[in-house]
Structures are given as C-alpha cells and as structure tokens.
C-alpha cells in the first residue's frame, strides 16, 4: 500500500525556522495537504494543494513541493506552534486518501 | 459557520453494534463528501473512507473495507459510521470531517471526535 514518510521529530527554537517534510512517490501527480494537531483537539487544516493558506492561518506557515517531496515550513515559530503534524494525499490514481505518520514539532 | 458535530463517547464489549454520527451544519450537506478517520491511541491518522451524500456513493480504505460501514442520511445532514461486532482493537478516537472531493481532497472543518472504547 502507498505510504507517506515524515521525520517522527523536529524541534526549534522559538522564532527560528522548522522544516516538515513529507516524501511520497505519488507526490508528483498529487496535491499535498497538511494538518496541525494540538493534545486533546481534533486536526485543522493549514496547507491545501500544496502551498495555498486557508482563511484564518498565520502567513508564517507555507507549504512547498521539490520532486516526490513536499515541505511544511512555519517560520518565526512560536511556543504555540508546538503540536503534531500531518501531510496527506493520495495514491498515483487519486482513490485512496493517505496520512503520512506525523510529526512531532517540539518548540524548545 | 460550517460545523460538524459528533455523538458522544461510547463504552462498548467485544461483540456488540455500533453506530456513531456526524452532523454537519452551515453549508449545503450534498455538495460535499464526508470522511471518517480513525486514530489510535498515541497513533496518527489514518483514512478510513468517505461518502458523498448526495448519493451516498462511498469508498473505503482497503484497511477498512468489510470492518466497518459508512453511510449517510442527507434529510437530516448526517453521516454514520457503523461496526456489526466490535473488537478491542477498535478502540480509538474517530472524527468525520468535511472532504473536498475528487479534485481537491483537504479535510475542513473537523468534528470533535467521538471516543470508542471497547473493553470486556
């Protein structure tokens, strides 16, 4: 089955800048999307189609793609910043939906 | 405001039904899909499937296929996931989530999971 691979940790200091990255092989013919996660709360939205930024999101978080890699990147990154991560896209055929396994962004 | 709201924690033995639901208010239920993804305890996210109500046209992971069922009433703006015997290994966090279909596949807004625990 196809699968998204992220680092299970990244950790920054406060106001510097944290890079996610998410590797897949079907991310050339797909959109990536990317979801913040804090204890206790259901998922939020932060990234669509690769790099655009929903209603309400801090201009500090971005999205990029280079080949089968696509980068979550917050700059500035504030105490609040600190939750789990999550890319998501699909198979080559756009079927199935798939979660990479998350990330953990610490903020030191 | 686009909202989706989930029932309420279940406490379930091995064996027994379930169904849990996931009402969606503040946008045209039909026109778009509803998701359901499962997370384990101290897991990530994992996509269980999703279904259109318009037409309750559904898809489902192969993890997920023949384990659960999705559907949907779109008189009442709500979509269900059910299991027919439940196992202990069903306990999780469930969340449904409006989708944006097949030309865009974001999840937005989120309800607020439903806990399952399934213990003897």
């Known amino acids: 089955s196809y699968e998204l691979t992220q680092p299970p940790s990244v950790s920054v200091s406060p106001g510097q800048t944290a890079r996610i990255t998410c590797s897949g092989d079907?991310?050339?013919?797909?959109?990536a999307y990317w979801y913040q996660q804090k204890p206790g709360q259901a998922p939020v939205l932060v990234i669509y189609?690769?790099?655009e930024r929903p209603s309400g999101i801090p201009e500090r978080f971005s999205g990029s793609r280079s080949g089968t890699t696509v980068t979550l990147t917050i700059s500035g990154v504030q105490a609040e910043d600190e939750a789990d991560y999550y890319c998501?896209?699909?198979?080559?055929?756009?079927?199935?939906?798939?979660f990479g396994g998350g990330t953990k962004l610490t903020v030191l | 405001e686009v909202q989706l709201v989930q029932s309420g924690a279940e406490v379930k033995k091995p064996g027994e039904s379930l169904k849990i639901s996931c009402k969606g208010s503040?946008?045209?239920?039909?026109?778009?899909?509803i998701g359901w993804v499962r997370q384990m305890p101290g897991k990530g996210l994992e996509w269980m499937g999703i279904?259109?109500?318009?037409?309750?046209?559904?898809r489902y992971s192969p993890s997920f296929q023949g384990q659960v069922t999705i559907s949907a009433d779109k008189s009442i703006s709500t979509a269900y996931l059910q299991w027919s015997s439940l196992k202990a290994s069903d306990t999780a966090m469930y969340y449904c989530?409006?989708?944006?279909?097949?030309?865009?596949?974001?999840?937005?807004?989120w309800g607020q999971g439903t806990l399952v625990t399934v213990s003897s």
């Open positions: 998501q896209s699909a198979d080559s055929s756009g079927t199935y939906v798939v």
């Open positions: 279904i259109y109500p318009a037409d309750s046209d559904t």
């Open positions: 989530a409006r989708h944006g279909g097949n030309s865009d596949k974001w999840f937005a807004p």
């Open positions: 189609k690769d790099y």
């Open positions: 079907a991310l050339p013919k797909q959109y």
């Open positions: 503040g946008y045209s239920f039909t026109t778009y899909w």
